[in-house]
């Protein structure tokens, strides 16, 4: 009950501080989240029928199709990644649908790959007409799965939010109360 009395005593002055600290941790969260977001980028490439993709590392990749909004041509189209030796790398789709956010243009499909090696791989894009082989407007983005970490920083913006929120509120309390 002590510390309760103590935060009612100094309300006016710690809401201040907690406010400064709620927004200064929500600028943080919201920096590292695009920059999380620019180091997990491995290439972006225009959507072209066929092209040679290189991985430096293998592992899982997640590969996102950027483009024209309400476009519904990449849904019909079917992605491929085979490696060196001709084999098809497996994938499977995360996302079917449309999403549109103001920093991104339009994503369109997302599906991961599963690399087994370094090296150069050929990316085929079936469905594309011979005539008309580069989709103007869309690009195929590769990037690291960033989920853990986009999400943790998600997190942080709703708590700096909150303290923000909750301390901007004690202050106007204390303020009504004039103490």
Not at 58 to 65: K, S
Not at 82 to 103: Q, W, Y
């Amino acid at each position: 009950m002590t510390v309760l009395q103590y935060f009612w005593i100094h309300g006016l002055w710690l809401s201040v501080l907690m406010f400064c600290a709620g927004i200064a941790m929500l600028w943080w969260c919201v920096r590292t989240f695009f920059r999380v977001q620019q180091i997990a980028e491995l290439a972006r490439v225009p959507l072209t029928g066929r092209q040679v993709v290189s991985f430096d590392k293998p592992g899982r990749v997640l590969m996102r199709v950027e483009g024209i909004p309400m476009n519904p041509r990449p849904f019909r189209l079917s992605y491929h990644i085979i490696a060196e030796d001709g084999t098809f790398v497996a994938s499977r789709p995360l996302m079917t649908g449309f999403t549109d956010t103001a920093f991104t243009s339009p994503l369109l499909g997302q599906w991961l790959y599963d690399i087994p090696r370094s090296g150069n791989y050929t990316l085929m894009v079936r469905g594309l007409e011979e005539s008309r082989n580069v989709q103007v407007g869309c690009f195929l983005v590769f990037a690291w799965p960033s989920i853990y970490w986009s999400f943790l920083c998600l997190a942080g913006v709703l708590l700096s939010v909150g303290i923000a929120i909750g301390s901007l509120a004690l202050f106007l309390v204390k303020l009504a109360n004039g103490t």
